[in-house]
């Protein structure tokens, strides 16, 4: 079993920055195949930035140049540097790992990009 829980989302003005985090526990051995979905009111969930196999980076075109994900594979943590925010950003953000054909989910933090 992992367990993932995600902290650092909120209420952010256009233009402004945020950090989300992710710290994985249980049976985790290194956070590839781990990182960030999202899910706005009614639309599907989606990709925004994720680690894959051998430490590659795969971001969504609407991110790329203003959200960064990184990561500590020591302490398994995963963190999503949002910035440069538009209201379309808004949305619930879920933490995300793969292991083997099973995916994992956090609970999920909102972030909510309004003036």
């Known amino acids: 079993q992992v367990q993932l829980v995600e902290s650092g989302g909120g209420l952010v003005q256009p233009g402004g920055s945020l950090r989300l985090s992710c710290k994985a526990s249980g049976s985790i051995f290194s956070i590839d195949f781990m990182g960030w979905y999202r899910q706005a009111p009614g639309k599907e969930r989606e990709l925004v930035a994720t680690?894959?196999?051998?430490?590659?980076?795969n971001y969504a075109d609407s991110v790329k140049g203003r959200f960064t994900i990184s990561g500590n594979n020591a302490k398994k943590m995963v963190y999503l540097q949002m910035n440069s925010l538009k209201p379309e950003d808004t949305a619930v953000y879920y933490c995300?790992?793969?292991?083997?054909?099973?995916?994992?989910w956090g609970q999920g933090t909102q972030v909510t990009v309004s003036s």
């Open positions: 995300w790992h793969r292991y083997g054909s099973y995916d994992y």
């Open positions: 680690f894959t196999s051998i430490g590659n980076l």
